[in-house]
């Protein structure tokens, strides 16, 4: 069903992807952005997997020879590390109208972009990267801006669902090494 | 102006909302407060090898904390003594020698000044080295693994700075055989608040638990959360020499899992409780593990397995940088349980510590009216009702819904900003301890 063409076996950027797939793929992360948007939240948790793992690696500052150790590994530093359950019980808290850094609750948009698709390892999933630009204004007048790029798994989903995918994994990697923010209680 | 002498009444529990927001304060707090305090460099851990370094802050100043080739920490303000560049721009690596990369000037692991660029030509001989290197950090002490630094030689020995206090660190400190050790990174994030309101509510604020973190269980079980009643719940807490501690007593050494305790730590506990009680005792097992500070900035959760310093920013914002701490000979499998369970609960993301942060950008937004820094804010809790030695436990405590530690926090924080001496900041200390109560029977039974 789907088709991927890699151009080159060699080690390149460029991916190109079939209109339909690449189209599937885009309506489906606007339409995750939308739920979020809308804080239609426990709707958003339906769209990953029970198997997803969710994780918000740490990110220092390093020099050039030890830039493979800017992005923390998994035993390292992370931000959030969740399994569904813990992901699901965010989405309890913050629905639950007395979690008080998100009651009253902030307000965000997000901009996805640069969405890029390649077959993932296993047969039938995707690997999409896209990048991020969220926007979150909170009360009177706080604001943030996170920034950074998603790396995602998508798993065919039942189409009964309403979604072509599920989401398996979402890793993400802000841009900023110091969370210029006091929460991240925004999901990316 | 402000009056300094009237800032804080730590007797009748009071203080003058402009220890929050007041920009001479807060100049004035750099140098008399941080700059004659001990302040938290580094864990052994995060300095594995020869020149392994890390870049740190003592309050504003940035310093870089390096592992030598004797094994020993040194630090020195990362700081060049030529223009003032920023010698070392990583956050951490392992290095030979630090280049400052705007004129070139090297320095060794200690900070010495060990090379400079066209020497004989532009200096032609007139430059000192020795004289030159970066300003070192003149003491520093390792307390189990913990480095800590001071500008100052009047502040008292870590350990006698410590006082009391060692009993409560040594909970977590001296806890295992092996020892702990650090996860690698520091999680590093902005509040927009002053430091204070941090470091003293985690030296010594039970109260505001259950209502701020109301939401946090929630996010760790899809159990119904069932509240024990806090008028039956037993706790205590410290207060000496600015530092605090506190928290809820346990009936037994070891906990059974539950939505904060998980099933590896719980094993774990099993395996290790004889060796745990001969290194700290029955009494610190079960009435020792929760919210610290040791003054002015460096504060942990032990049950929690969370440790941060509170870095200044300015009168009104703070820099969280945290860490989780590990048995360093537990297994993976516990390793990475703890590692989540400090992440997923105190973290920027954390389902609690994002409540505290806004509660305190909360309190700094509404201290821009003149009225709101003219008001006075209230920390009596408890006030009179302390005692000395209750229930095994050393120095002053107090009901763990009680402010003695942030009644000790401020008296020491004010006493240091007014510029008291030390000698005379710890006379005062030792006579006002002496004349509170020994522990009544009673009390030590009710704590048991
Ligand atoms: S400022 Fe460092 S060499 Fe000139
Ligand atoms: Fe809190």
């Known amino acids: 069903m789907t088709t991927v063409d890699q151009p080159t076996p060699v080690l390149s950027a460029f991916r190109n992807t079939d209109l339909q797939t690449q189209h599937t793929v885009e309506q489906f992360l606007y339409a995750e952005a939308e739920l979020l948007d809308d804080y239609r939240f426990d709707e958003w948790i339906d769209l990953f997997t029970d198997d997803v793992t969710y994780w918000i690696p740490n ?14 590994a998994q035993d390292e530093a992370a931000i959030i590390l969740d399994d569904k359950f813990f992901l699901k019980g965010r989405v309890r808290r913050i629905t639950s109208g007395i979690s008080w850094s998100e009651e009253p609750p902030s307000r965000a948009r997000r901009l996805i972009t640069n969405i890029r698709v390649q077959p993932a390892a296993k047969p039938g999933e995707l690997d999409v990267r896209s990048n991020f630009y969220v926007y979150r204004s909170r009360l009177e007048r706080h604001q943030d801006w996170f920034v950074g790029q998603r790396f995602d798994v998508l798993r065919p989903a039942d189409p009964a669902s309403g979604y072509p995918f599920q989401i398996a994994n979402r890793k993400i990697v802000l841009e900023q090494t110091t969370i210029l923010a006091p929460s991240l209680t925004t999901f990316l | 102006m402000v009056d300094l002498n009237e800032l804080v009444d730590s007797d009748r529990g009071r203080v003058d909302p402009r220890i929050y927001t007041d920009p001479g304060v807060y100049e004035r707090e750099l140098e008399f407060v941080f700059g004659r305090s001990w302040l938290f460099l580094a864990h052994d851990s995060q300095l594995p090898k020869t020149g392994s370094f890390i870049q740190t802050y003592m309050a504003e100043d940035p310093v870089l904390v390096v592992r030598q080739r004797d094994g020993s920490v040194k630090a020195f303000l990362n700081q060049c003594r030529h223009r003032g560049m920023r010698i070392c721009r990583a956050d951490a690596g392992v290095s030979k020698t630090f280049t400052c990369t705007y004129h070139g000037w090297a320095y060794d692991l200690e900070g010495n000044l060990i090379n400079v660029p066209l020497e004989d030509r532009a200096y032609k001989g007139n430059l000192d080295r020795e004289a030159w290197g970066a300003l070192k950090v003149p003491r520093i002490a390792n307390y189990r693994g913990f480095y800590f630094g001071t500008w100052s030689d009047e502040t008292p020995d870590f350990e006698d700075y410590l006082g009391d206090m060692a009993f409560y660190f040594d909970a977590v400190a001296d806890r295992f055989d092996s020892g702990l050790e650090f996860t690698a990174g520091t999680t590093k994030w902005v509040i927009d608040c002053n430091w204070k309101f941090a470091a003293e509510q985690f030296g010594g604020d039970m109260y505001h638990t259950s209502i701020s973190h109301a939401s946090g269980p929630i996010a760790l079980t899809d159990q119904q959360v069932v509240r024990g009643d806090p008028n039956l719940v037993q706790g205590r807490q410290f207060g000496g020499d600015g530092h605090g501690s506190g928290g809820y007593i346990y009936p ?71 860490w989780s701490f590990v048995p360093k000979d537990a297994t993976e499998a516990l390793k990475r349980e703890i590692r989540e369970k400090a992440q997923r609960t105190f973290s920027p993301a954390g389902v609690f510590e994002t409540d505290d942060g806004e509660n305190w950008t909360e309190v700094q937004q509404v201290l821009h009216g003149f009225k ?42 004010h006493d240091l900003l007014v510029g008291k001496s030390w000698k005379q900041i710890q006379k005062e200390e030792a006579a006002r301890v002496s004349a509170i109560p020994e522990s009544q029977p009673e009390l030590a039974e009710g704590a048991r």
């Open chain 1, 59 to 72: 990110r220092e500052t390093r020099p050039i020879r030890e830039r493979h150790l800017e992005v923390a």
């Open chain 2, 252 to 322: 037994e050494r070891n906990m059974p899992p539950n939505f904060f305790r998980g099933q590896q730590e719980h094993e774990f506990t099993e395996d290790h409780l004889d060796e745990i009680e001969a290194r700290i005792g029955d009494t610190r097992m079960k009435k020792v593990n929760n919210h610290n500070t040791i003054f002015p900035n460096f504060s942990w959760l032990g049950f929690l397995w969370t440790m941060r310093v509170w870095h200044p920013r300015g009168p009104n914002q703070i820099e969280v940088w945290t």
């Open chain 2, 372 to 413: 709101a820094r003219q008001n006075t804010f209230h920390v009596g809790m408890g006030l009179g009702h302390e005692e000395r030695n209750a229930g095994g436990l050393p120095g002053v405590t107090n009901d763990v819904f009680s402010e003695v530690a942030s009644r000790g926090f401020y008296r020491r924080w």
